[in-house]
């Protein structure tokens, strides 16, 4: 079952700040981020493995909340190459050794 | 760098023509995946495999079938392609099945007519 992005598209001025969370109906082993921009493949950004984690990448960065089985995704002070469509991809616990991928987020910055 | 690349980028078929979509990753990697990709839906998994001549079904199996022969070559085909299964397709690979990096190979843009 997919998971759950909202919001599915934001736009927003440079130097901005938006989140996207994605939730799931299952216990979740794992969250993984990617960032897709216009035309080209899915590029990964972090993996969160515990419950409670947060990992931090430039000025993207994530949680993950175990008990409430979502994750958010903060990008601050938002940059014009921040654009592009974000997908979140949860691995269940007891589940099978793949990704379930959620319908992604589109996010544009405008300058 | 790895690099997985995909045999075509853009191809046209006829409904009931046989289809094959290759995909090749040169960084040793156990795993590969084969996604489809449609507005709105997001990364849909359609089959995986962990080892050579192991193959999972994904989500959206249907239609599809899949080979890997040798470690570094993941191939789909569309044993009888219908317009429904227009898309993009995704080939990706990882060097943990469950916890690892995908790294994404360019796409194939796929029109059935």
């Known amino acids: 079952q997919q998971p759950v992005q909202s919001p599915q598209a934001v736009i927003l001025r440079e130097g901005e700040d938006a989140v996207i969370n994605c939730s799931s109906s299952k216990a979740l082993y794992s969250v993984h981020w990617y960032r897709q921009k216009h035309g080209e493949a899915p590029v990964f950004l972090m993996i969160?493995?515990?419950?409670?984690e947060q990992k931090g990448h430039d000025k993207i960065s994530a949680s993950f909340n175990e008990k409430k089985q979502q994750s958010s995704l903060y990008l601050t002070a938002s940059q014009l190459s921040y654009s592009g469509t974000y997908f979140c991809?949860?691995?269940?616990?007891?589940?099978?050794?793949?990704?379930?991928f959620g319908s992604g987020t589109r996010l544009q910055v405008q300058p | 760098d790895v690099k997985v690349t995909q045999s075509s980028r853009y191809l046209v078929k006829r409904t009931g023509e046989k289809v094959f979509l290759e995909c090749v990753q040169d960084?040793?990697?156990?795993?590969m995946f084969w996604y489809r990709q449609d507005p709105g839906l997001g990364l849909r998994l359609i089959y995986f495999s962990y080892d050579v001549k192991m193959k999972e079904k994904g989500d959206i199996p249907e239609g599809y079938s899949v080979s890997r022969e040798k470690k570094e070559r993941f191939s789909l085909i569309l044993e009888s392609a219908s317009t429904n299964q227009t898309s993009m397709y995704l080939c990706?690979?990882?060097?943990?099945?469950?916890?690892?990096?995908?790294?994404f190979g360019p796409g194939t843009r796929l029109t059935v007519t």
């Open positions: 969160l493995l515990k419950g409670g």
């Open positions: 990706a690979s990882s060097l943990f099945a469950d916890s690892g990096e995908q790294y």
């Open positions: 991809g949860t691995e269940i616990k007891t589940g099978r050794r793949a990704l379930t």
């Open positions: 960084m040793d990697h156990e795993n």
